[in-house]
């Protein structure tokens, strides 16, 4: 492999595919909405004493957003695309090697949802001058999304080489990503509803004539809950919750104050089994069971092992497609166009 080659098929790809109007135009939409939700978000999150932290987060998951929603649009396409256009095979004859070839391209689809984050940063400096940004997150962050951007393009990349035709490697790009971001929550939330087991409330009975709770006393009422202690792990592969449990967060109080440290909370939290409640009336300062911050220092970090799943189903397909495009190729699928 030679880096020469690499950013000329590089520069290529990106000048073949971007050349248009419309992508100047899609990120000029893209500052537009950025600027749109700065806004909301400072009055949004106005009553938090240092509103810049949540403003930062809910910034850095817009651009995730985007680039999930886009960046499979752009590099589901990279290798059948020029296949099916028949100006892959003269590159395929030149000095350029298979590993040439696809890291070119894979750079070139880092490239179209690395443009995203570069629009989003003067958004993220503003943010941060609202307060409550701390270094660590924003490194870990922009660390995070930096690369589920190279995971979302490698995805892309992977099934264009797989796949025989350009619309089904794009729609096959968009439900793997789309298995990741929603499909996740979906096996999180139905596998904790049919999980379900019994847990017990108690209560202080109250006296009939005084109307004071019985203090030496307790009642109990069973009632079935569900189990999402059993589940949680679904959601270790979702990209947002890989980047709001991977970035050190903020608590006030013991709540959160910003977006990732509400993702963080609500994935850590569905890590207790609910199976006991207890109201004491007799106690009332003295209940309420753990705050935010507690149970995020309690409970299990997944980031890691989330990203690693996204980077072996990434990879795996990326090798898969490294292997498929190889020359001299042993067989192609029927109908593939050569030159």
């Given amino acids: 492999m030679n880096a020469t080659r690499i950013a000329t098929i590089a520069r290529l790809e990106l000048t073949q595919r971007l050349r248009s109007v419309g992508w100047y135009v ?13 806004v909301l978000s400072f009055l949004a999150f106005s009553f938090v004493p240092q509103a810049g ?21 752009l590099s589901g396409n990279a290798i059948n695309g020029d296949r099916d256009a028949a100006t892959l095979a003269p590159v395929q004859v030149t000095m350029a090697s298979t590993g040439d070839i696809m890291l070119g391209k894979l750079l070139a689809a880092i490239a179209t949802g690395g443009a995203f984050l570069l629009v989003a940063l003067p958004f993220l400096f503003i943010g941060m001058l609202g307060g ?10 922009i660390g995070i999304l930096a690369a589920e951007i190279v995971i979302v393009a490698a995805l892309g990349v992977g099934l264009s080489g797989l796949l025989a035709r350009p619309l089904f490697s794009v729609a096959a790009t968009y439900l793997v990503v789309a298995a990741l971001v929603v499909g996740t929550l979906i096996a999180f939330g139905l596998g904790g509803a049919v999980v379900r087991t019994e847990a017990i409330s108690y209560t202080r009975p109250y006296d009939q004539v005084t109307g004071e709770p019985i203090c030496d006393e307790w009642e109990e009422y069973p009632y079935e809950v569900p189990r999402y202690d059993y589940v949680w792990g679904f959601l270790a592969a979702n990209p947002f919750v890989v980047l709001a449990d991977a970035t050190p967060v903020e608590f006030s ?30 106690n009332i300062g003295e209940q309420g069971g753990l705050t935010p911050e507690e149970a995020v220092a309690d409970s299990v970090p997944s980031w890691f092992v989330g990203l690693a799943i996204q980077v072996v189903l990434a990879g795996g397909l990326f090798a898969g497609a490294w292997a498929r495009t190889r020359t001299p190729a042993r067989r192609l699928p029927p109908g593939t166009r050569i030159a």
């Fill in 132 to 141: 409550g940004v701390s270094l660590p997150m924003v490194l870990v962050s």
């Fill in 53 to 73: 932290a949540g403003v930062y987060s809910v910034i850095v998951n817009f651009v995730l957003l985007l680039v999930v929603l886009v960046s499979p649009a």
């Fill in 26 to 38: 899609m990120l000029g939409v893209f500052a537009l909405l950025l600027l749109i939700i700065t």
């Fill in 253 to 282: 109080d013991g709540y959160p104050v910003d977006m990732f440290g509400t993702i963080k909370t609500g994935v850590r939290m569905a890590q207790y089994p609910p199976v006991e409640q207890r109201w004491d009336d007799c």
